[in-house]
């Protein structure tokens, strides 16, 4: 072998100096830093055909209400569940112009889109990470690194700043997405688990291939800086991109890679199931598994006194709420309310009929209190969610009898000795 081939130290593409801000190739390409963290954090650098100020002078301004739902208010989430119907937008806009939030505390913010109109600007998000989940659709999202392309089920990361364009392939689209605005999404990942559950990092997939253009135009790019909406005009194409390096990357993540924890012998609890930790908020997967042999396999009575919970429902039989929830739908329970499973589903515990596997894919993000939810969000709100656990005061089974207490005197201390099966056996001396 007469060549040898190495990594770089930092993912690299196309055409690059030697390191950053180094050697004479900076005299003909322009090199651009997107820098986290004051540019002492995590950090890339692209290197463009055209100066990335080159704005068209006198043609910047602010876009009023240019995205009205996404400003929706925000109210308390207050004592009472609620479960969030499908949106059907009046009229067809595109991703960002019919974003609609949904929920938020200081640090994140849940929105949901269902574009059915072409983006024929580019974005960029100058206040926070996007999470973008996939619930329905697909397409190509293209960066400034380089396209992505994205199917039903899959996790886009746009960084914060990172200049983009969702190009959608024809049929529905519906999607999820996650802002963050204090920090960009950590793996989960536990002392106890190491590196590969609930997914390994190599699971990412970080554009590679370059759509280098070389293109004369009226450009536009439309930023984001809380609430305020801001127009420019290049007249180069803004993805002039011959070659990057760095860290700070935009990429896709596929539910289906997602492999997750179970336990024979007692219930996973909801925190196993994280993908993301963000500030003031953990994004977790429950997906197909098998389900718990012994123990608990229905979620348990609770209430997080934390964390405002939302679950959105991707797909699948969703056996806990008793068949009040369709897919696209996303419940929304505030911090310190007890939930748990439907009576339908609790019946079914406790009569012993327990299914093989987990047949769902939710998508869930719990939000640190306080809290808020939006008016948008009150708008899809169904009448009848707190309704769906009527039958607790209604069904024979559930409901007050004189003899319960003695009864379950009874059967604990019938009970009392029983031990699981999958168990190290004692009689061996
Ligand atoms: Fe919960």
């Given at each position: 072998?007469d060549?040898?081939e190495y990594?770089?130290?930092?993912?690299?593409?196309?055409?690059?100096?030697?390191?950053?801000?180094?050697?004479?190739?900076l005299q003909h390409?322009?090199?651009?830093?997107?820098?986290?963290?004051g540019?002492?954090g995590?950090?890339?650098?692209?290197y463009?055909l055209?100066?990335?100020?080159?704005?068209?002078?006198?043609?910047?301004r602010?876009?009023e209400g240019?995205?009205?739902?996404?400003?929706s208010?925000l109210r308390?989430?207050?004592?009472?569940?609620h479960?969030?119907g499908v949106?059907?937008?009046?009229?067809?806009?595109d991703?960002y112009?019919?974003m609609a939030?949904?929920v938020a505390?200081?640090?994140?913010a849940?929105n949901v889109?269902a574009?059915?109109a072409?983006?024929?600007y580019?974005f960029?998000?100058?206040?926070a990470t996007?999470v973008?989940?996939?619930?329905e659709?697909g397409?190509?999202?293209?960066?400034?690194?380089g396209?992505i392309?994205?199917?039903?089920?899959?996790f886009?990361?746009?960084p914060?700043?990172?200049p983009?364009?969702?190009?959608?392939?024809p049929?529905p689209?519906y999607?999820?997405?996650?802002e963050?605005?204090?920090g960009?999404?950590?793996?989960?990942?536990?002392p106890?688990?190491?590196h590969f559950?609930?997914h390994?990092?190599?699971?990412?997939r970080?554009p590679r291939?370059?759509d280098?253009?070389?293109e004369?135009?009226?450009f536009?790019?439309v930023s984001k800086v809380g609430?305020?909406y801001?127009?420019?005009?290049h007249p180069?194409h803004?993805f002039?991109?011959?070659?990057w390096?760095g860290d700070?990357l935009?990429?896709?993540?596929?539910?289906?890679?997602v492999?997750?924890l179970?336990?024979?012998?007692?219930?996973?609890?909801?925190?196993a199931?994280?993908?993301?930790?963000?500030?003031?908020c953990?994004l977790c997967?429950f997906t197909v598994r098998?389900?718990e042999?012994e123990?608990?396999?229905?979620?348990?009575?609770?209430?997080?006194?934390d964390?405002c919970e939302t679950?959105?429902?991707?797909?699948?039989d969703?056996f806990s709420?008793g068949g009040?929830?369709?897919?696209?739908?996303?419940?929304v329970?505030?911090?310190?309310l007890?939930?748990?499973?439907?009576?339908a589903?609790l019946?079914a515990?406790?009569?012993?009929q327990?299914?093989a596997r987990h047949?769902?894919?939710g998508?869930?993000?719990?939000?640190?209190n306080?809290?808020?939810?939006s008016?948008?969000?009150?708008?899809?709100?169904?009448p009848?969610y707190?309704k769906?656990?009527?039958?607790?005061t209604t069904?024979?089974?559930?409901?007050?009898r004189?003899?319960?207490?003695?009864?379950?005197r009874?059967?604990a201390?019938?009970?009392?000795d029983?031990?699981?099966?999958?168990r190290?056996?004692?009689d061996t001396?």
């Open positions: 072998m060549k040898f990594w770089s130290g930092l993912p690299e593409v196309g055409i690059v100096p030697r390191a950053p801000h180094v050697g004479p190739l390409v322009h090199e651009q830093e997107h820098g986290r963290g540019f002492a995590r950090v890339s650098h692209t463009h055209y100066p990335p100020n080159n704005w068209l002078p006198g043609e910047t602010v876009l240019w995205a009205p739902l996404w400003e208010p308390p989430v207050g004592g009472a569940h479960a969030l949106a059907r937008p009046s009229a067809p806009r991703v112009r019919g939030r949904l505390n200081a640090t994140v849940m889109t574009p059915a072409p983006m024929d580019f960029e998000h100058h206040s996007l973008i989940f996939v619930h659709g397409g190509t999202l293209e960066t400034l690194f396209p392309g994205y199917g039903r089920g899959d886009l990361i746009v914060k700043g990172i983009h364009r969702f190009e959608c392939a049929g689209q999607y999820w997405v996650y963050s605005f204090a960009d999404p950590e793996k989960s990942e536990a106890t688990t190491g559950i609930t390994s990092r190599s699971d990412y970080f291939t370059l280098t253009r070389n004369a135009g009226r536009e790019v609430s305020v801001t127009q420019r005009m180069t803004p002039d991109v011959v070659g390096r700070y935009p990429y896709r993540f596929a539910v289906e890679d492999r997750p179970t336990a024979d012998r007692s219930h996973v609890p909801p925190s199931h994280t993908v993301f930790t963000l500030p003031g953990y997967v098998s389900v042999k123990g608990m396999w229905l979620p348990f009575f609770h209430r997080n006194l964390y679950i959105g429902y991707h797909w699948g969703f709420r009040v929830i369709q897919e696209g739908m996303v419940t329970h505030p911090v310190g007890p939930h748990g499973p439907q009576p589903a019946q515990f406790m009569d012993g327990r299914p047949q769902e894919v998508i869930m993000a719990d939000f640190a306080p809290a808020q939810i008016e948008y969000a009150l708008g899809l709100s169904q009848d707190m769906s656990w009527g039958g607790y069904d024979p089974r559930f409901t007050h004189p003899e319960r207490l003695a009864e379950v009874a059967l201390e019938r009970l009392a029983a031990r699981d099966e999958l190290p056996r004692r001396p």
